[in-house]
């Protein structure tokens, strides 16, 4: 059983002061558990989720962008600072986070994790001098999470075969969502009010949610020869859609035929699917256009959204990874030296000419210095960079020094 929900229903009847009767159907019932049904009574959860295209492709587009951005670990150095290639941990998030898992893959699965389940583990293993060596993920459900009473720190306890075990917060790799939940949890609402209108649209076209027509008789007709009379017309009525033909439909006997009218609310179908687009989108912080809502995209715009989804989606995310890095990947020590940072040139290659323009601009207005901008494009530093000069000049007056380095 889920170690997780568990503890939550012990903490719930633990909380209660008072006794109080609860009936299955009482929403308040649900609340005891940590869940709440929706209005829709869709049953949304983190795998039924993923069946809304748009739910899929946003989980996706987060999850697997983390997991292709490179992530290196940098050591301080007094001229900037240079890869730290010779620590251990620079193999761990750069190239193999175990041997049968790439260190991409492993982001992108943990991503995915707090994404639909509300956090992504993994436990660190260590050679014997205590270098961390591996990381293995750990299965969402397999993993709850407590709290030293002592220094509160988050302590993990984590189901294994042979019982349970307690891990300190230097062992576990946690990745959280917001408020370490899902955001499928918190908008489960719109994404259940999309999960209708796609079943609908699917009953809607397979003719599950309205007929083709209407054949009625206001003269009753019961018995055998009623329903001869209701088989008869029922057979004509196909043979005359099967012909194709321009022939008229023609019944006798007082058998009339209406073709049901599409309502407003039917006519506005299509924008109630868009309007939910735009509803997951929010739940996920991503831009409109990358989970292919095209109604308000332009090429002006979506570069710009493209580099919002850096700064206001993914940066949050990277700071997070970053942080589990260094804090179960770095001793306390190294921790004042070195840090994790992830290449995101890439993803700003977009919008190049204007990056391009703006940091030429800082270094003819001697306000970077070349190497300066070279250490932001994770490039070496050249003999002379450290000049505050403007390459575009040709005064023989003396380069001013740069500001000296603390």
Request: with cysteine; proline share 6%; glycine share 8%.
């Amino acid at each position: 059983m889920n170690l997780s929900l568990v503890n939550r229903v012990k903490k719930a009847f633990s909380s209660l002061t008072e006794q109080k009767a609860y009936s299955l159907n009482d929403p308040a019932a649900f609340e005891l558990f940590g869940v709440r049904p929706t209005y829709s009574g869709v049953n949304v959860s983190g795998q039924s989720a993923l069946y809304v295209p748009a739910v899929l492709q946003a989980v996706r587009l987060i999850s697997e962008t983390i997991g292709s951005l490179p992530c290196k670990v940098y050591r301080e150095t007094k001229d900037g600072k240079e890869a730290a290639k010779d620590h251990t941990a620079y193999r761990i998030v750069h190239k193999r986070a175990n041997e049968w898992t790439g260190a991409g893959e492993l982001r992108t699965v943990l991503t995915a994790d707090a994404l639909i389940h509300g956090n992504g583990f993994a436990r660190v293993v260590r050679f014997e001098d205590g270098r961390p060596f591996e990381l293995h993920r750990l299965k969402p459900g397999t993993v709850t999470i407590l709290e030293d009473k002592l220094t509160s720190a988050p302590v993990y306890r984590v189901a294994e075969d042979a019982g349970t075990r307690d891990y300190p917060h230097t062992e576990i790799l946690h990745v959280p969502s917001f408020l370490g939940t899902s955001p499928i949890a918190f908008g489960k609402e719109g994404i259940g009010l999309a999960t209708i209108l796609e079943r609908h649209g699917a009953q809607f076209f397979a003719s599950g949610a309205r007929p083709t027509g209407i054949i009625s008789n206001d003269k009753p007709q019961g018995g055998e020869a009623g329903a001869q009379a209701v088989g008869n017309i029922r057979k004509s009525f196909r043979e005359w859609l099967k012909g194709g033909s321009a022939d008229p439909l023609i019944l006798d006997a007082g058998w009339k035929y209406d073709a049901p009218a599409m309502t407003s609310t039917d006519a506005q179908f299509i924008e109630n699917r868009t309007f939910q687009l735009s509803e997951i989108a929010r739940i996920f912080g991503v831009p409109p256009h990358l989970i292919f809502d095209l109604n308000r995209a332009t090429w002006g715009n979506a570069e710009t959204m493209g580099a919002s989804f850096l700064q206001l989606c993914l940066r949050p995310w990277l700071d997070r990874w970053q942080d589990a890095y260094a804090t179960v990947l770095l001793t306390e020590d190294e921790q004042d030296v070195a840090y994790f940072e992830f290449v995101v040139d890439d993803l700003l290659r977009a919008d190049a000419a204007a990056r391009t323009a703006n940091m030429t601009a800082l270094v003819t207005n001697r306000i970077m210095t070349p190497n300066e901008v070279r250490a932001i494009l994770n490039l070496p530093p050249l003999p002379g960079g450290d000049d505050l000069t403007n390459p575009h000049t040709t005064s023989n007056a003396a380069p001013i020094p740069a500001p000296a380095k603390e």
